[in-house]
């Protein structure tokens, strides 16, 4: 009795047929399930085989079903990725994660995931239509950007075969600033005491309002508030950029000895914050003293 392969069957490198007895074996490439049949659940190879005794032939019809063995570890498309989540995001915002792969199948592939410890972030899995398993990063409590801005972990994607493999990424989360501090000055009132002759030009104050945000929420500007009469604005000039304030025009200790100003800087963010500050300019009579700050008050936004 002899036996052989029937010849239309395609993958006959990966089979062998002893003739003299039919014993069947794997031919020296081996067999791998993935190229065979990718992601399919199962995977079998079909053929056929002619037993020949005294000229008589027989056919023989063989399913060979190849089963996965656990050897591919999760990967990911990138060993490193960057998400960006706004400030303002509310606990368990969800930020899509890139998809891991796995080319084995079942409980050979990723089960689980896992994010390092930190105190803002978790990982959630899901299971898609198509059966891929991915995850999602999930805010765990309210961020603050000018506490700390970003964040950097480590993605862990596990399959479940035993052992277990598995594969990492480093995630890194930028934190985006949202308009929630208001600029603040260093005081809330302010005293300065001018001569009557000093010239126009003359520095009164450098005025400071600090906004830690970033970008065009931090930016601020400076202007008199709605208050200032139209007599001092014409006496004294604000700087909008710097809040640098000057003596615009002379001005005479005889007609006016005090001026209230009120100065209000604001951020540029879309929806803009303020703060005030009051400066009191007193003139002194010519030659009476040099200029003084006064006023240790906090100032605070509205």
């Given amino acids: 009795m002899s036996f052989r392969l029937m010849r239309q069957f395609s993958n006959s490198s990966l089979v062998r047929v002893r003739e003299e007895d039919g014993q069947l074996s794997i031919g020296e490439g081996g067999l ?8 399919a659940p199962q995977c079998v190879l079909a053929f056929d085989v002619v037993s020949c005794w005294r000229e008589r032939y027989r056919l023989v019809h063989v399913e060979l079903e190849v089963r996965d063995i656990n050897d591919n570890a999760p990967r990911f498309p990138r060993a ?12 368990g915002t969800r930020l899509p994660l890139e998809v891991a792969v796995d080319e084995d199948v079942g409980s050979n592939s990723i089960q689980s995931f896992q994010v390092s410890l930190n105190s803002h972030f978790g990982v959630e899995a899901q299971t898609r239509a198509d059966g ?12 603050d950007r000018e506490r700390q801005p970003s964040y950097t972990l480590e993605l862990v994607a596990k399959d479940g075969g035993s052992p ?7 995630v890194h989360v930028r934190v985006l600033d949202a308009n929630d501090n208001s600029p603040a000055f260093a005081q809330g009132s302010v005293t300065v005491e001018l001569p009557e002759d000093a010239p126009p030009g003359s520095l009164l104050l450098d ?22 009469p139209p007599e001092a604005r014409r006496l004294f000039r604000l700087d909008p ?27 540029r963010g879309a929806s803009p914050r303020t703060a005030t500050c009051t400066v009191i300019v007193r003139l002194t009579d010519r030659g009476s003293g040099q200029r ?6 906090q100032c605070l936004g509205p």
């Fill in 207 to 228: 005025l400071d309002a600090a906004d830690p945000d970033e970008g065009p929420n931090g930016e601020v500007v400076y202007a008199f508030g709605s208050q200032v």
């Fill in 80 to 91: 490193q990725m960057t998400l960006e989540v706004s400030e303002s995001a509310a606990p």
């Fill in 32 to 39: 791998d399930r993935e190229r065979l049949c990718g992601q």
């Fill in 164 to 170: 277990a493999r598995s594969g990492t990424a480093t």
């Fill in 241 to 267: 950029r710097s809040g640098r304030l000057t003596l615009e025009a002379a001005v005479d200790y005889e007609r006016t000895r005090t001026y209230e100003l009120d100065v209000r800087a604001q951020d």
């Fill in 292 to 297: 003084e700050l006064r006023g240790p008050c």
């Fill in 132 to 143: 891929a398993r991915c995850a999602d990063l999930v805010l765990l409590q309210e961020l």
